[in-house]
């Protein structure tokens, strides 16, 4: 894409991502999150799904995970649904920035 001023030289979109070093909780919640855009998902949910085991006991660690995500990718990515868990929107509405998961 050209920048302005200068048709001939291009800005590479991948040389502007960053890579964000992620735990096996964080990065596997944010995948199950991303896997379900908009769904607003349970922390029970979330727990089952990521560390494979009974969410009766879930605690805190949902919250845990999603407090260290926010603070790793930003606010705007993870919302709360007050009284039902959480929703990934994908792009961050505060900052137009949109993420992409992968492996490196």
Known sequence: MPQSGNPHQRTDRL???HSIPL????FFTLLYLAQHPSWVLSKEQIYEAVW???PEHCGAAVANVVYSLRRKIGEGYIKTVVGSGYRFVGVNTDSNFTIAIGFL
Not at 23 to 26: A, G, I, Q
């Open 15 to 17: 040389s502007q991502w």
């Open 23 to 26: 735990t096996h909780h964080e």
């Open 52 to 54: 494979k085991a009974d």
